[in-house]
Every structure is written in structure tokens, then in C-alpha cells.
């Protein structure tokens, strides 16, 4: 159920594992925050519950969910806000019909999604639940650009207890391919919209017969907009992906495809169905036609695909071919329950996927659970050269010297939906061979590319304020810091060429032109990754996709996990918004839970944007008693870290409720032993001396709760008392909290 009034702090609704820690420590963070007349309330961005508010017509009214998402979209654009926020699902076609299915099982009348809509109601339907799809919460909420880097104490633990790391060898065969052409990088327009162009414009696809058919129209184009267009060749990336097989057949590695179909949810679904042809190649030429009839779309993945044989009368003929195609072996995500690379369009994402196979070095696993070198295929060369430079040299230098590497920090630029990452609208694949065209409000064409029928044409925008206070993060930072800074800008890109119009002038009117180098992203990776190998930091500025990218490629090889980053969104209009790591969602961890009730989400990434949210809200609203909180929250993240009170990955062994209790009792400590506030002191100090007398109790309950399956009710649309139940089995602690 959703809050109504008007909370000091806003925690969100969540999906899958971060979700389930939730019932577990949202209750202590209302206890502790109450002590300082701090309220926190929930808005729902899960999934489900965005389904739910979207298709409110057939549920009943205990059922109905308001839209917390566009009332969070509000908010943020006000000085106000205060929101921490957990990582949510950014839903494939399959995760949001799995979502539906559930849900109606739950008793919700809710529609079906239209595979393929014929009658107009169905393009309705179909039209709304393609709101929900991909990465449709951030681009909302984040009304202000990123400032992420790694908490001091989570630097300093990782030092001292370095995560393991594979071994990289010059011989190692792992290789980055991408298109040698006709990709997005290659035929990108990119241009800055002046008064006069500015206003409503439309994109157009003009037939080979002259006939026009709109695309989008009523697309507002501001004064100072970045605006680009390009598109990737239908017929050039299916020659490459069958390049790409022979050459990873010939090399004796891996196939692998690394894309990001959660948030390039038109453009990149499109791309893997392609990947999905290509290794079935003879077959789907053959058996395509009756495959796709029967359900077996290739953007969902070879798992959609082989599901829709198996209801053929012929599927042991197609499976037979299927199995005698000569293919090199396939990087797996699951090799003992046979879920290979290709399987499903969400299972591997490349900014989780490539930085597992760097840290690794350069290794993945194939069917049979082997330990190999691999093909590291991405299509497109916008961002590929960051891991093609980052395996290049490692082969050179052997892996990163945790212990006594330097940081890389990021300054990204998000705001209002911008970059690749805001482009959903604007993709379109195309329906015959013609021309795809902007036509400004003035009637001018902006961009115009010919295309052929199949080709994936995009466009996006970055607008001038998101711009000009991306720089000026950047500026702040570096003087804070002292650190080298960079920007991520290839002058031989056309969208980073007229950022580099915007960036050089800044720099020189503020007069720190000096303390700042521009570089192609190869060229910044090297430099990045000589810097922390000095045991040095440096600051990435970099655009919407390359923030992301980056702020798990380095973390995961710094601190062997993304999930603890600071994650600050300045938003704009003054307020703030914290986010939980860069860690994703952690499906199999959900599926440990279920299993065996052991769940080892570790929720530093939580406790660190608490402190952080504590402490904007001290220096807002002039809140001392937050500011106290906040302090004492931050010694608690340290005494988590130095007591290595972080969950295991193992059944029987400490896990998320446990962290949780730790970091109560440390919090609880912290706050009696300071002097600031004799109040809190005095208040904390019989609750820190019953966790610390009853932590045999507690720590006993916890350990009872492990080795059985655990009923949460449903995997999207979890039961709240029996999450609560599963999440909340110390009744000593519970007493404690309330």
C-alpha cells in the first residue's frame, strides 16, 4: 500500500532482494528516526505496483495502487525531496509478463500483454504497458546528475581485505568485437538546437514513393538541446554476429553477447533477436516462419524460442538440427540448469556481465561448468573500446593490485532523460527502405539518414541545464577533491562533439581549464587505469550510458562489488536523492531465499545512502537530531566493515537479517557514546545495552530461520505479512525495535 502524507525522507518500493531487505530494515529505520522527529514514508516503483496503478479499471478498491512513480517525478523537481533509492527491475518483455501472470493468479483483472496487437484496444493495452517496460523509473526520478564514488570506509575494508581476482596472462584469447561500421557510433548526427529551430518537431519515415508517415510528433526540442539521430544496419550487424560465431569457432573460446535490453529496451531487444538468428542460422532460415508463428519471438531469447518448438509437431526434427549446428561453445549464466548467453534479453547485462569477466580474467563459463577464455561480442562501438582497452591492458600489466589501487569516481550526466538512455520514444525499427528524417518546428530537417527495412534508427536529446550543471558538478568536485578529472568525450564523436561546445568554454570562464583533460573513452580508460594502479584517484565525467557502465566496471574490480558505491543525485531545484549502490536487483538471491531462506543482499549500498540522506536532511531543514543520526549511521557502516558483519553467500552462515541487527546495535552504540545530543544519548542507551545483552537470543533466532524453503507469497507481488514473517524471525529483536 502506498503513504499519502508528506514524510521527511521517502524509501522506495522496491523489487526482488533489495525489496525483501527492506522488511527487514526500514522497521529500524523508523524506530532510530522517530528519536529525532524524523518521519520516513514509502512510494511503490516496484514493478508490480506500477502495473498495478496503470490498470486500475478492473481491481477493486483495496487493490488499487496510486502512481508513486509520477507523484516521485514531482517531487523530485522540488526542493524537498529526500528520497533513497533501491534498485528496481527495468523489465524485459518477459519479466513483465512473468509480473502479469502472477498477478492475476493474485486475483488482479489486469489485461495480457499484446505480443502482437491487432484491434485497437489491444494497441491500447499494449501502448500502456509499454510505459512500464525497460528502464521507465530512473529517467524520472533523476531530475538532478550523478555523483557516485566509493564511501570512504568500503575503500579502506576493500584495501585491507581484498576480494579475489582472476589472473590475466598475455596469451589470454578474450577479445572485445564490435561492427567495424554501419553501427550507431558510425552514423550519428549530432547538432545543438538554436532559437530558431527550437519547438514541437516531428520525426518522419519517407517511403521509396514519397509517401510520409509520422513517427513521433508534438517532440519538443528546447533552445540549447543536444539532438541526435543515428541507426545500425539491419544487414550489417547480422553479418557481423555471423563473423563473430566463425571467429570465436576458429579462436577455440567462448561465444558471448553483452548488451543492455533492460534500458535500451526498443533498440537492444532488436539487436539480441538478431544475435538469436544468427547462432540458429540454417534453422531459423528454415523453421523461422512456423517458430515465430507460434509465439517464438528471438528478442525475447533462445529460451522464448525453444519453448514455441516445443509446441510444434515437429520440434524433435528442429531440435535435432538445432543440435547438429557446428557452434563454438557458449558463455552460460547458468550452465547447470542449461540457461545459456542467449537465453533471455535481461539475464546478462553488460555493465554486470563484462566487469565479472574482467575481474576474472577474462574468463566465463561454458555448458559443461568450465572455467574459459571468451568472446566478449558488443555490437556497437560507442562504449565497446572501454572494455576492449580495459582487457588490453591487463593482458599488459596482469590484473589490478586491489590493496593498493586508487579510486575512479564518476560526475554522469543524467538529468531529464538524457542521452541514449531517454531515447525509447524515439527508436523505431524500420518498415521498409526509405529515409528516417527530424523536421524541426520550422520546418527545416535536423538529421536524416536512408535506411532499409529492418535497420534500428534512434534519437535522443540532452537538454542545455542538465549540461551546464553536469559541468559545474564536475568543476565541484575536482576542487574538492584535487583529484585528476576527466571527460569522457571522443571529439570524433558527433554527440560528443557539441558537448566538447559546451565544456571548453565553461572551463575557461571559470578559469580550471588546466585541471581538466578530454579524451576518447580508450584513450580515458588507460589513463584512468594507470592512475589507481599508482594508487591515485580520478574523476570520469562522462555521459548518461558510460556513467552506468562505469560505475560497476570500476568498483567491481576497486571493491569486488558495485552495490556499496555513494550514489548522490543532486537534483536540480535543491533536493536530494540517494541511491543504493549500482548493484541491480539480484534475482538469484530471491531464488536462495525461497530455497533456503539464507538471503545475502548485502545492504551497505543502504546504509550508506542513509547516512548521506540523515545528513542532507540535518543541513536542509536545519535538523540537528538528523545530523547526530546521520554521524552516527556512518560509524555504523564502519563498524559493519570492520567487523566483517556483512552477510555470507552460504545456508547457515550469517546473511542480511544479521547485518541488519549488527548495524542497529552499532548505530544504537554510536548514538549513546556521543556528546553532541544528550537526549539521543540518553534514549539510545537502554536499546544499545538490550541488542548488545540478547545477541546470543537474537543471532540464535536468526540462525533457526535458515535451511527451509521460505514463503514470501510471490516473487513480484510478495505478501506483506509473509514477507515480514520470513524477513522478521527475531522475536527478541522485533521486541526491541517494535
Known sequence: MTENSNPDILYTIVDEAPELASASFLPIIRKFAS???????????????????????????????????????????????????????????????????????????IPNYPEDPQSDAEKAIRTRYDTLKGSAVNPVLREGNSDRRSAKAVKNYAQNNPHSMGTWSADSKTKVSSMPGNDFYANEKSATITAAQAGDAKIEFVAKDGSVTVLKDGWSLGEGTVTDATFMSAKALSSFLADAIEDTKADGTMFSLHMKATM?????????????????????????AAIAAAGGSPNSGLGAVLAAIDT???????????????????????????????????????????????????????????????NCVIPDNCYATVYDETINYFKENGALDVTKAGSVANVGLMAQKAEEYGSHPTTFEAPADGTIRIVLANGE?????DVEAGDIWRACTVNKAPIENWIQLAM????????????????????????????????????????????????????????????KDSIAITGNVLRDYLTDLFPILELGTSAKMLS??????????????????????????????????????????LGESLNFLADA??????????????????????????????????????????????????????????????????????????????????????????????????????????????????????
Request: charged share 25%; hydrophobic share 40%.
Open 445 to 449: 530537417t535536423l538529421h536524416s539518414h
Open 568 to 609: 548522490i543525485v543532486k537534483l536540480m531545484n535543491g533536493g536530494g536523492l540517494f541511491e543504493t549502490g549500482a548493484g541491480g536487483s539480484a534475482p538469484k538471491h530471491v531464488q536462495q531465499l525461497v530455497e533456503e531462506s539464507h538471503l545475502r543482499w548485502d545492504s551497505m549500498g543502504e546504509f550508506c545512502a
Open 312 to 374: 510444434l509437431p515437429n520440434a524433435a526434427e528442429i531440435k535435432s538440427e538445432i543440435a547438429a549446428l557446428d557452434r563454438p561453445s557458449m558463455y552460460m549464466v547458468d550452465s547447470d540448469k542449461g540457461i545459456t548467453n542467449l537465453h533471455v534479453p535481461s539475464d546478462v547485462i553488460i555493465d554486470a556481465s563484462m566487469p565479472a569477466v574482467i575481474r576474472a580474467g577474462g574468463k566465463g563459463w561454458d555448458e559443461a561448468g568450465n572455467k574459459g577464455d571468451t
Open 264 to 288: 535500451m529496451k526498443v533498440s537492444d531487444p532488436i539487436i539480441f533477436g538478431h544475435a538469436v538468428k544468427a547462432w540458429l542460422g540454417p534453422v531459423w532460415d528454415k523453421h523461422g
Open 476 to 535: 565541484d568536485r575536482q576542487r574538492l577533491t584535487g583529484s585528476e578529472a576527466i571527460f569522457w568525450l571522443d571529439a570524433n564523436r558527433a554527440h560528443d562533439a557539441e558537448l566538447i561546445k559546451y565544456v571548453k568554454p565553461a572551463l575557461e570562464a571559470a578559469g580550471v581549464a588546466d585541471k581538466f583533460m578530454i579524451m576518447a573513452p580508450r584513450e580515458a580508460t588507460r589513463q584512468s587505469l594507470d592512475t589507481i594502479t599508482a594508487g
Open 35 to 109: 528519536a529525532a522527529g524524523v518521519s520516513v514514508g514509502t512510494k511503490d516503483i516496484s514493478l508490480a505496483g506500477r502495473i498495478i496503478a496503470t490498470f486500475p479499471e478492473g481491481l477493486s478498491e483495496e487493490q488499487r495502487q496510486s502512481d508513486d512513480l509520477a507523484a516521485l517525478g514531482e517531487l523530485v523537481k522540488t526542493p524537498d525531496a529526500n528520497v533513497i533509492k533501491l534498485p528496481n527491475i527495468s523489465a524485459s518483455v518477459p519479466q513483465l509478463t512473468a509480473a502479469i501472470a502472477e498477478l492475476q493468479a493474485q486475483g488482479y483483472d
Open 621 to 738: 531543514k536545519g535538523n540537528a537530531k538528523a545530523g547526530v543520526l546521520g554521524s552516527a549511521a556512518e560509524v555504523a557502516t564502519q563498524g559493519i566493515l570492520d567487523n566483517n558483519k556483512s552477510p555470507s553467500r552460504k545456508v547457515g552462515e550469517p546473511d542480511n537479517r544479521d547485518s541488519h541487527y549488527w548495524f542497529a546495535r552499532y548505530w544504537a552504540e554510536a548514538l549513546a557514546a556521543q556528546t553532541e545530543d544528550a537526549d539521543l544519548a540518553a534514549e539510545f542507551k537502554p536499546i544499545a545495552e538490550a541488542l548488545a545483552s540478547k545477541e546470543e537470543q537474537i543471532l540464535a533466532e536468526f540462525a533457526a530461520a535458515q535451511g527451509n524453503p521460505a514463503d514470501i507469497g510471490g516473487y513480484y507481488h510478495p505478501d506483506a505479512a509473509k514477507k515480514a514473517a520470513v524477513m522478521r524471525p527475531s522475536a527478541t529483536l522485533n521486541a526491541i525495535i517494535g
